[in-house]
Structure formats: C-alpha cells, structure tokens
C-alpha cells in the first residue's frame, strides 16, 4: 500500500512539475514575445568578462585583431553586463548558437558537437548561470539554432556528433548564386550553403535526433524562444515538427523578401524576421526611396501577413548585412530609422553596437567587439532609452496602426497614444497641416525628442514641422476636468516639461538629444 501510495504521490509531483513546465512554455508564446524588445549580441563580440568599460586607445586595440576569428566575448562578459542592456529598456537577448563548434566558428553556426557547450563561450555552469540572472532581471533569452547544416568538414563526418555517418547528409552539390536567381527550391533545400554539410532531415535517424536535441536543449537550459538559422534549406514539414519539440516560440531566418514566400513559414513556425521590409526601410531612410515606396510595401505586407505583422522581427541592422551607417553617414537618419522599427508593428530587434554608432561594413566588419566602445553615456545610448521606455509605458503591441499622412518625403502614422513623423527630405523644412487624429480638441502632443508640444485643434487636425531628415515622436496627453489625463497623468500646461520614471537625467537628455538633432550629417 505505501509502495502504491508512495507511486502516486510522485507521480502527482511529476504531472504537476510537467503542468508548471507547459505553463511556463506557453506563457512564452508570440503574445510574450511581441511585448518585448530584443537586442540581438554576438556572444563573442560583446564582452569578454574581464573587461568593462575601455577608458584607453589600448582597450580598443585588445577588442580584436582579427574579425574573422575568436575575439574572446563569452558567457561571463554578458552576465557582467546585463546592467548595460537592462538600462536601455531591453527586456530580452538573443544570442549566438551556444554549440561547439569547428574550428574559428566565433560565430556558432559551424557545429561540431550539438550536446557540447562552445568551450569559447565559457562552461555549461556559466551559460546557467547567465540564463538564471537574465529571468531575475525579467529578461527573455532567445538563442539561435541551427538545424540545417553542421560544420565545415569536407567529407569526414566523423568528429561531428551526433551526425558522424555519411548516410547522416545529402548528396555532395552546391548552392550557388544561380540557384538563388532561378529560385530553384529542390537545390536549396538538398544542397550545401557555403560548403556546409547540409543534414538529410527525411533520414529517420537524423529527424528523431534534431526533435529530441532541441527538446533537450530548450528544457536544459531554460531556453525562452528560438531564432532558427537558415529556414529555407530545410522542408517546411520538419520545421512543424522541430517547433512543436522545442516548445518555445520559434522565429525564422527566411532570408528573402518575397513576402508570400516569407508567409510560407510561419505555420511551420511561430513567426518569422520581416525581410520583407527590410531593403525598403533602409532605403527611404536612406533618401534613396520615398515614403510612398515604404507606403506601398507596408499595404503589401499587411496584404500577405495579415495580422502575423505584429509578431514578426523587424530590425534595421543584424550580423549578415553591412550595417546602416556604413553606406549612409546620416545620424539622423539612422535615428528616424530605428524609431520606425521600435514604432511600427511588429517585435523589435535591435542589433548590437547601433547605440555606439557603429559602421562596420559587410560579414565580419559589421561583428565589431563591443566591450572596447561600451559608454553608457553616449548621446545615442539615451535615445535609444527613451525610445524602449516610450514603447514600454504605452504598449505599443497592443496598438494598430494607422496612417495619418503620407507624400514622397514625409510618413505620419499613429498607434494608440503615439504619433511618429518622419521626413526623409536632405534639405527641405516640411509643414504638414492635415493630418488627423481621434483626439478630442486641447489635446496635448508632446515631442520625446524636444519637449516642445502641438495641440489638437477644433476639427481634429494637427500641424507638424519636420526639419530635414527629423523625425518627431509625439505622446498624447489628454484634457479632463479633474486634471488628470486618461493615462492616469496630470495634464500639464504646455510649457510644463513632463517627468518620465525611465528617464535618468531629463536635462542631461533633453540637452543630448537637441544636440543631436542639430547635427547635420
């Protein structure tokens, strides 16, 4: 009786453990992570644990000689720098593959041993301990994986485990740039990206080993979502089963910006990163497209997306791509382009390094070491604060979105309280006089960037000037006869300077943000 007793008490345990587990897993699901704000780190280029802040030319000299090889950032050098991320607002990392990898695979995608910890990154009790501290701060850790292909290693499969049999991977050929122009699916899906050992996921034994790694990894380390690598070379019918094991919302790489084709995932996945839009934001804030351009690719993508826009990554820079200031100097620019991805709907994914300005130019120029430029006190550093803060404080996933105002050099849209502008204009001073809102009359308009507010007038209009290539951020604040607005603020007279709790310093930023605007580059 108590051996029986003693079964089903813990088998109680067990099902109650596994309930506790399935809540939690399902508490991480495209609802959460659309709530949140990611910032992408490539975990060897973002410290290395020993060093913090660089105050010297001889620190940036010790980041990296080499981009092409281990720069020495790891577990450690994240955990003591959490503090870096979390004060900007970020509420969720997404880091590189956390695998061993082959040879100078700094960057995790050449796996070797898919059961092993990157020695390079650190130990299996410092990526642990990572993980435990980022939930304390109420940060999410998404972590990149890859089921595609493994390491480079020619034909001897043999140090790669668990996929050491030849039988384990596709027939020897090539995807090559014709094969991206003729779209040539079998080829993409079969065949070697960059020489890459491409697995054969139809082999029962490689299929069964994928489910129960992902599973593995997901439950081990209290894995809170996934960005998957390289999501067209692998059949969309494994990816259905790949998410289901892994239990945590899942988020493709769907390198391509057809938007049907990008669509075509998500099903198989939770959701995928918005290439579709990609090239056409970075080219309207660019100048090099109009707003109608990024008009008619915003109506293309709620065409095809529907709501799924909403859960979907949009970034400005990541790993693969030079960055934005490489090709274009404008700071402004780069400025407006980041406050439409925290604005626009959609999960944001802010890449590394864009709060310092960075610049690098294509794979590996754009993987600079952070640790040598982290200040915390630069100009940009605070916008990028103020920007999360703002989105934070109105929700902004729980908006729609709607256009107010759109010509070739000017966007005016709304979500909720929030009313971004934005000019892509080089030279000109723009006045826009008829943009409408569903405010009622005396409703204060704030500028984040300046301070300075407009009102709402009789017939619902607002008037906003938009210098060359500005961009303006406004938050409502609503009259009411008690004093106090409907977010539960007082109603200040328009001269009266708002107080915001994520703000550090307001006049150290009101100052470093005027100063930034008046710069012309």
Known sequence: TWDILNMRISYGIICLGLCCFATLVLGKDKAFWKSRTVYQLLTDRYSNGTLALADSEGDKVKGCKDLHRYCGGNFKGILNNLTYIQDMGFDAIWISPIVENVGDGYHGYHAKNFYKINPNFGTEEDFIELVKECHARDIAVMVDVVANHVGPSGLDFSGIVPFNKTEHYHTLCEITDDTWKTKNQWVIENCRLADLPDLKQENPYVEQELLTWISWLVKKYDI?????????????????KFSNAAGVFSIGEVFDNRPFYIRSYIGPLDSALNYAMFDTIRGTF??????????????????????????????????????????????????????????????????????????????????????????????????????????????????????????????????????????????????????????????????????????????????????????????????????????????????????????RAHETLRYLVCRLLLEKK
Not at 433 to 453: C, G, H, K
Request: proline share 6%; charged share 25%; net charge neutral.
């Open 224 to 240: 809170d979502g996934l960005r998957i690598d390289t999501v067209p070379e692998v059949p969309k019918w494994f990816w259905k």
């Open 286 to 503: 660019k100048g090099e497209l109009s707003f109608l351009d990024l008009r008619a690719k915003i109506e293309e993508v709620f065409n095809v997306f529907g709501n799924e826009i909403y859960n979907m990554g949009l970034f400005l820079n990541n790993h693969d791509n030079a960055r934005f200031l490489f090709s274009s100097r404008c700071k402004l620019c780069q400025l407006s382009a980041l406050t439409f991805v925290l604005f626009f709907p959609g999960m944001p994914i802010f890449y590394y390094g864009d709060e310092q300005e960075f610049s690098g130019g294509n794979d590996p120029d754009n993987r600079e070491p952070l640790w040598p430029y982290m200040n915390p006190n630069w100009g940009k550093y605070y916008l990028i604060k103020l920007l999360v803060g703002i989105r934070k404080e109105n929700k902004i996933w729980d908006q729609p979105y709607v256009e107010l105002y759109a010509s070739k050099e000017v966007l005016v849209f709304m979500r909720g309280n929030i009313v971004a502008a934005f000019s892509n204009d080089q030279e000109k001073y723009h006045i826009i006089t008829s943009a409408r809102v569903p405010y009622p009359e005396n409703t204060i308009l704030r500028d984040a960037f300046t301070r300075q507010d407009i009102r709402v007038r009789a017939d619902q209009t607002i008037q906003i000037s938009l210098g060359a290539n500005q961009c303006r951020l406004f938050e409502a604040h609503f009259p009411s006869e008690e004093g106090f607005n409907k977010k539960g603020k007082q109603s200040l007279p328009a001269s009266y300077p708002v107080s915001y709790t994520h703000l």
